[in-house]
């Protein structure tokens, strides 16, 4: 069965330092990946998505991530965080036709 | 502005109750899903609808749950005698699904229902 996890519940940066939220998927097939960011009250914006091709993906507000099929991972990363990242990251897996499998989130704080 | 829309945004009720929610899509999308994200977790799928058909429904999905998408636009999500455990943001997305592809879901803002 297709799965998500995202081992950090909560990671705390400062503002302008780099971050990686990590996301390991479970999938039997070629995976279709994404990240999303939800802010407080707020649905889900896409930041990045993957599905074939060039393995490092660029996405919106500096985000890039990284498939790493050995890994079984989908990492994201950003080079230096504004005080506007905080918010909630959740990584997903395509799992058509049955929706997506989201993983449980990463909270972001980040410290002026 | 031409993304999914949710309504109501916030909704309390107390136990009991029957409360509805109503999606509306982006005009073009043929498949509308429902998803269910309770505190501190990501969303968990719930149905799923290609035009007007409902092809899919998840265990979490009890019989107090019914969905309906006539004329395979927007769709409503009824729960009939709510309980507390319902308690969650109902998020809507919609997709444009061609044969043999997969494309991504855009999401509506959710309805956050508390149930008293």
């Known amino acids: 069965a297709q799965s998500v996890t995202q081992p950090d519940i909560h990671i705390t940066v400062s503002e302008g330092a780099s971050l990686e939220l990590r996301c390991n998927y479970s999938?039997?097939?070629?995976?279709?990946l994404f990240w999303y960011v939800q802010s407080p009250g707020q649905g889900l914006q896409l930041l990045l998505k993957y599905f074939s091709g060039d393995t490092l993906v660029q996405g919106i507000k500096g985000f890039e991530a990284e498939f790493k099929r050995s890994q079984s991972s989908f990492n994201l990363r950003k080079p230096s965080v504004h005080w506007s990242d905080a918010a909630e990251y959740f990584c997903?897996?395509?799992?058509?036709?049955?929706?997506?499998?989201f993983g449980a989130g990463t909270r972001l704080t980040v410290k002026p | 502005d031409t993304g999914v829309s949710q309504d109501p945004r916030h909704k309390i009720t107390k136990r009991g109750q029957n409360v509805t929610f109503r999606c509306d899509p982006i005009?073009?999308?043929?498949?509308l899903y429902w998803y269910r994200q309770t505190l501190g977790q990501g969303p968990e799928f719930l149905t799923y609808?290609?035009?007007?058909?409902?092809?899919?429904k998840s265990r979490l999905l009890s019989d107090r749950f019914s969905a309906e998408r006539p004329k395979g636009s927007f769709s409503t999500l009824e729960i009939q005698r709510t309980e507390q455990g319902d308690s969650a943001m109902y998020l809507c997305?919609?997709?444009?699904?061609?044969?043999?592809?997969?494309?991504?879901?855009?999401f509506g803002p959710g309805t956050r229902l508390t149930v008293l």
């Open positions: 609808f290609q035009n007007e058909a409902q092809l899919e």
């Open positions: 999938y039997g097939a070629t995976p279709y």
């Open positions: 997305a919609s997709t444009s699904q061609v044969q043999r592809s997969y494309n991504e879901q855009f």
């Open positions: 997903a897996v395509g799992a058509d036709p049955l929706g997506m499998r």
């Open positions: 005009s073009e999308h043929n498949r």
